[in-house]
C-alpha cells in the first residue's frame, strides 16, 4: 500500500469512527484532545520553520502534541493534522533531523493524511459537485475559506480529485490566503483567524488538573499563571470570577493528653556518647 493510499485510508477511518462526516473540521486542537486523549499545546516558539511536534511518553502512556504560534491559520490546522497522522501511525520515533529534511516516507504520509483528513474528495464532491472542468475562482476562495484549508493544499487535493487541471493548480499552489481573503470578501474573517492561531493555548487535560489542585490547595496560582503564559493577578481574578477559591487545609488541634511518651532504647549507644543520653 502506497503512503498515499494508507494516508487517504487513515483520515477516512478517523473521521467516520469518531462521526466527523465529510465537512469542515472545526477547532483541531480541541478535537483531538476530546477524541484521542493526547495533550496539544500551541507555544510560542523563536524558530520560524519550526511547525509541530509529537512526543510520547512511554512511561504513563501519554501522547503530547505541541505545534507554534503562526499568523498562517491555515499552516498551523495542517501542523496539527500532520501531527495526528504520526501519533496514529506512532512513526514519531523514526523522526531524524536528517529525515525532516529529506522527507522521510512517514513525513510524505503525514503531509498526505493531512490533506485527505482536512479536505476528503467525498466533501469536496458535496460542496462541489461532479467535476466540470476547472473551476471558478470564487468556489477554489469558498474551499480554503470553509474548509480552513492553505491555497496549497487546496490545490493538490482539487486536482487529484480532477476539478482543477495541473496548469492552474501549479498557479493557484502559489497564491496566499490573504489573497484570496482579500479579493473575494473575507479579509476580515481571516484576520480574526490569524489571532486566534498565534494565541498560546495549554493542553485542556492539564489546565483542568492544575485548576483542581489549585482549588485543592496543592498547586499555587503561579504555576496556574506560568502554564497559561500570563501573570499571576490575571489568572487569580480569572480563578475568582469563575468562583475557584483554594480550600484552606484542615488543621486538627491535638491536646496535650493524645500525645504519647516515647521510649528511645540507649543500650546500644557506644559508650564514648553515653554522656549525650541525658
Not at 469512527?17 to 507555544?43: F, M, R, S
Not at 473575494?184 to 489546565?207: A, K, M, N, T
Not at 470570577?241 to 488541634?253: F, K, N, Q, S, Y
Request: charged share 25%.
Amino acid at each position: 500500500m502506497s503512503n498515499e493510499t494508507e494516508a487517504q485510508a487513515a483520515a477516512a477511518h478517523f473521521r467516520s469512527e469518531h462521526h466527523l462526516g465529510n465537512g469542515p473540521l472545526g477547532d483541531l486542537a480541541t478535537l483531538i484532545e476530546q477524541t484521542t486523549g493526547h495533550q496539544v499545546a500551541v507555544v510560542k516558539v523563536d524558530d520560524p520553520n519550526e511547525h509541530g511536534l509529537t512526543m510520547w511518553d512511554p512511561k504513563r502512556n501519554v501522547t503530547f502534541i505541541a505545534v507554534a504560534c503562526t499568523p498562517n491559520f491555515m499552516r498551523q490546522r495542517s501542523s496539527l493534522a500532520h501531527e495526528l497522522a504520526h501519533a496514529l501511525f506512532r512513526d514519531w520515533s523514526t523522526r531524524e533531523a536528517d529525515q525532516l529534511s529529506n522527507r522521510s516516507p512517514s513525513e510524505i504520509r503525514a503531509d498526505a493524511f493531512a490533506r485527505h483528513f482536512l479536505l476528503p474528495v467525498d466533501g469536496l464532491r458535496e460542496l462541489l459537485g461532479a467535476p466540470t472542468g476547472d473551476l471558478d475562482p470564487i468556489d477554489f476562495s469558498q474551499v480554503i475559506q470553509d474548509f480552513r484549508v492553505s491555497p496549497s493544499l487546496a490545490s493538490i487535493a482539487l486536482c487529484s480529485a480532477g476539478f482543477i487541471s495541473e496548469e492552474t493548480k501549479k498557479v493557484w499552489m502559489k497564491t496566499t490566503t490573504s489573497a484570496w481573503a482579500t479579493r473575494f470578501g473575507w479579509i476580515d474573517h481571516y484576520r480574526s483567524l490569524q489571532i486566534e492561531s498565534q494565541c498560546p493555548r495549554v493542553p485542556q487535560r492539564l489546565l483542568a488538573a492544575a485548576v483542581r489542585g489549585y482549588e485543592a490547595g496543592v498547586v499555587t496560582v503561579a504555576t496556574i499563571a506560568t502554564l497559561r503564559g500570563i501573570d499571576a493577578d490575571t489568572a487569580r481574578q480569572e480563578l475568582e470570577d469563575a468562583g475557584i477559591v483554594p480550600t484552606p487545609p484542615l488543621v486538627r488541634e491535638t491536646s496535650a493528653n493524645e500525645i504519647h511518651n516515647v521510649e528511645v532504647d540507649f543500650s546500644d549507644w557506644p559508650a564514648e556518647l553515653e554522656d549525650d543520653k541525658e
